[in-house]
């Protein structure tokens, strides 16, 4: 409670009867494998896209048939990896689809640059260069929004913001908000220090779900130091035997971080100064000036573009990026026979320079190739894991002598970091998209052993995941009625409250209070029609509900078997209009002007529209006339209404059996004694048998010849008495 304007506000916030709905992901990519990130969220009728890429090797789309293109409402991509967002020109070709779609300042200039550079070189994806244009790619980046980190937006009632990631350059993670339910995405990210990013930030605020990325599964990450090591030790001694270096990196991404450690080892050890390390990527040349305006103050100066001498023998390496770093322009004029370290994209070996120099050097035993980022099944790379004798380029095989190093500076989650980002958000449910099969699976199985309370769940691509939202709604009484209900409560009461005195709270639970209802997210307001003109300037209007109900007989005969099933909460009174029955001081019936039938009226609420509901149907099925039968009939009536609960009970020889699954209960009329084996069965059907009775007892035994209207009526009398 908080005073606000000279008045009390009690939040109640109940958790019992809090409101459930449903929020669906579906993966379009990225469901329990790695590439063409792709996924929808839908709740309350909006629809926002996470990424939107191709899968790596393959170009294969995401599955948008399953998705209907108008729904979409906002589209936010997480960073410029084509697998998190290469898919994007296809996207603007789907009919229907007219959303806006969001990324930051770094991934819209990078992602132009990598799209450009897939349309000029094609990456040995002739799919790729058959469907998308330079059109279609200014199209893309005439559409693409700009979004900064922390920036708040709203786009059709989706409002949301974006946190660093630490994976690459301008990586984001997306919070989405859809009427008050939060939704975090994180794309690739990584909690890790490194040299040139900041760790992934963790949101102050509380998470509905969390989209997160399993691309590691349940492994476990070397320690940063030891990695670093390793890596160093390994280009050294491949040196050393006389052999060449050569690093399938990423463009932009992981390869700025490489690019670092070799620096720095190469400015420690002068035995190393004389072999050139050479980056051979144009794409990460034009990203240069992206790289050095969002790495580190304490690194930015370490790069400085030196373009090569025109003058100068292609592939010669005369242009620089640092002191150690040598830009090789052209792979086709380069000295490959030399003593080198060569950094080269992709990273996957798929294509491009680096299958260029990994089909010159695979032979040679001296050489290394040092695999230092994720890589997906099916392409050179992944299989090089395996260290096979023999290796297929371009149709031809080759006997493999190179050696296979693999080392992992993928700026990838592991365990440990899934376990502690986790652990920090405290999110009531987590989905796991963008790992392989088995890793996906092993590692829903080990955090929901740490989180019992939180659902886990990975669904496939295509396949709708529903995931219960429960929310609490702040209920706040305002003015008048927050005067009424202060006035009943001690001073010690409210200080047991503010201590969250479970005793004290339910006292002010019980309270009757009526009021109008206003509702603002998840606000609750109530307040008297005049105290909600004055303080929310809004008139108050009252719905009232008017029923004409088939009846028979006189409104005498109505009152009379309404006051029976009701006990005294009904009275026949009259006024200018005529006689009319009140029914619990909220609900009239009265004579219609229509023949055989009465008008029912009542001001539209929860509890009296339930009231109405019954009572309209118990009035519509009773008779002109009653009689009132004997015990046997009863018997029967009893046994009606029971086959309403159960429909597979039967009556032989004076004696009810109801079947419940595979248990049985049964029934002597005569007593209406109950026998069960289970005990439960039997509580129940004791409490059903009761209730039927006095249900039947009620209607002073009114005699139908028509058992179904019996059992009709007697069943709205029995929900009368539960409700």
């Known amino acids: 409670q908080r005073r606000v304007h000279g008045d009390w506000i009690f939040n109640i916030r109940s958790m019992d009867s809090a409101l459930q709905d449903f929020l669906v992901v579906r993966p379009l990519g990225a469901g329990c494998e790695v590439g063409r990130s792709c996924i929808l969220a839908k709740y309350k009728g909006k629809t ?116 660093k990631a630490g994976h690459v350059i301008g990586a984001a993670r997306f919070l989405g908000v859809i009427d008050g339910v939060e939704i975090l995405y994180t794309g690739d990210y990584s909690r890790e220090e490194d040299r040139h990013l900041t760790p992934a930030e963790i949101p102050n605020t509380s998470i509905d779900v969390l989209i997160v990325e399993s691309t590691y599964g349940t492994n476990r990450h070397e320690k940063r130091g030891v990695r670093e090591a390793k890596f160093c030790d390994s280009v050294k001694n491949i040196i050393q035997r006389g052999g060449k270096v050569l690093l399938p990196v990423f463009a932009v ?195 929901k052993k740490k989180f019992p309370r939180i659902d886990v769940d990975a669904p496939q691509n295509g396949k709708d995941l529903f995931i219960k939202i429960k929310r609490s709604l702040n209920l706040s009484l305002m003015g008048e009625l927050s005067s009424k209900v202060r006035e009943q409560i001690t001073e010690e009461e409210v200080g047991r409250m503010e201590a969250e005195d479970e005793p004290a709270a339910k006292r002010v639970m019980e309270m009757e209070v009526e009021g109008t209802l206003l509702r603002s997210n998840n606000e609750l307001m109530l307040s008297t029609s005049e105290d909600t003109k004055k303080i929310f300037e809004r008139d108050a209007s009252v719905i009232v509900q008017r029923l004409h109900i088939p009846f028979k007989g006189t409104l005498e005969t109505a009152y009379y078997f309404v006051q029976k099933v009701l006990e005294g909460e009904v009275e026949f009174l009259s006024n200018s ?7 619990q001081k909220c609900l009239a019936i009265s004579p219609s002007s229509f023949n055989k039938m009465v008008l029912m009226e009542w001001s539209s609420g929860v509890k009296t529209d339930v009231l109405a509901d019954l009572l309209a149907y118990f009035l519509s099925t009773l008779p002109e006339h009653a009689d009132f039968a004997d015990e046997k009939k009863r018997v029967e009536q009893v046994y009606d209404l029971i086959r309403f609960n159960f429909p597979n009970s039967k009556m032989d020889d004076g004696v009810i059996t109801l079947i419940s699954g595979e248990d049985a209960a049964y029934i002597d009329p005569t007593n209406w004694d109950v026998q069960a084996s289970d005990e439960a069965l039997a509580a129940s059907v004791l409490e059903l048998v009761q209730s039927a009775a006095a249900s039947i007892d009620d209607l002073s035994l009114i005699h139908i010849s028509e058992p179904t209207r019996q059992a009709e009526i007697s069943y709205a009398v029995f929900c009368l008495k539960k409700k």
């Not at 491009?352 to 001296?366: I, P, Y």
């Not at 209009?577 to 029914?583: A, D, E, K, M, R």
């Open 48 to 163: 926002v896209m996470f990424d939107c890429g191709i899968h790596p090797g393959k170009h294969q789309e995401p599955f948008f048939d399953a998705a209907d293109m108008k729904e979409i409402d906002v589209v936010l991509i997480t960073h410029f990896h084509l697998d998190h967002c290469g898919a994007i020109p296809y996207l603007f070709k789907k009919n229907g689809f007219r959303a806006k779609v969001y990324m930051t300042h770094a991934t819209k200039t990078i992602f132009r640059l990598m799209l450009e550079d897939s349309l000029k070189f094609g990456r040995g994806e002739k799919h790729f260069e058959k469907e998308v244009t330079e059109k279609d790619i200014a199209r893309a980046m005439a559409e693409i929004k700009i979004i900064d980190f922390h920036q708040e937006f709203e786009e059709k009632g989706i409002k949301f913001t974006c946190y």
């Open 253 to 447: 991404g992981r390869a700025q971080e490489i690019l670092l450690i070799l620096d720095e080892y190469w400015d420690k050890n002068n035995e190393l100064k004389s072999i050139p390390i050479y980056y051979a990527s144009s794409l990460a040349l034009k990203c240069m000036s992206v790289f050095r305006s969002n790495v580190r103050q304490q690194y930015r100066e370490k790069f400085k573009v030196v373009e090569p001498d025109s003058r100068s023998r292609p592939g010669s390496g005369t242009g620089s990026i640092s002191k150690y770093i040598k830009i090789l322009d052209n792979i086709d004029y380069f000295d490959a026979d030399a003593v080198s370290v060569v950094m080269a994209s992709p990273g996957m070996l798929q294509s491009g320079n680096s299958l260029k120099l990994f089909e010159k050097w695979c032979c040679d035993e001296r050489s290394g190739v040092i695999i230092t980022g994720y890589c997906v099944e099916n392409t050179i790379a992944k299989n090089l894991s395996l260290e096979p004798a023999k290796i297929r380029i371009n149709d031809k095989e080759y006997d493999r002598k190179i050696q296979v190093i693999q080392i992992a500076f993928s700026a990838h989650a592991d365990f440990e970091q899934t376990v502690d980002y986790i652990d920090k958000l405290k999110p009531k449910n987590v989905v796991l998209v963008h790992g392989g099969e088995i890793p996906i699976k092993n590692l829903q199985i080990e955090l």
């Open 577 to 583: 209009n005529g006689p009319f029955i009140l029914v």
